[in-house]
Nanobody, 115 residues
Framework: QVQLVESGGGLVQPGGSLRLSCVAS????????MGWYRQAPGKERELVAR???????KYADSVKGRFTISRDNAKNTVYLQMNSLKPEDTAVYYC?????????WGQGTQVTVSS
């Protein structure tokens, strides 16, 4: 079993920044495939950013140059630094830990970008 707890969401004005955190616990083997997804009202859940191994990362085109995913292996924590936020970034953001058999998700943290 894996538990994921996200934090750091909130209300921010356009152009502002937020940093999301996801603390992983339980049977954690590696953080190297973890990622962040988001789901806006009425839309499907979509990839925001994820690790593709020890070095590589993947970002949605809509967030490239504005968002950065990082991790602290000692703390079993993955971060998402979000800069230059736009109203279209408003969504519930979820942390993901994939395994061969199960996709683990956190409870989500709401990010609202509005003036």
């Amino acid at each position: 079993q894996v538990q994921l707890v996200e934090s750091g969401g909130g209300l921010v004005q356009p152009g502002g920044s937020l940093r999301l955190s996801c603390v992983a616990s339980g049977n954690i083997f590696t953080l190297n495939l973890m990622g962040w997804y988001r789901q806006a009202p009425g839309k499907e859940r979509e990839l925001v950013a994820r690790f593709m191994g020890s070095i590589s990362t993947k970002y949605a085109d809509s967030v490239k140059g504005r968002f950065t995913i990082s991790r602290d292996n000692a703390k079993n924590t993955v971060y998402l630094q979000m800069n230059s936020l736009k109203p279209e970034d408003t969504a519930v953001y979820y942390c993901n830990y994939p395994t061969v058999s199960v996709n683990y998700w956190g409870q989500g943290t709401q990010v609202t970008v509005s003036s």
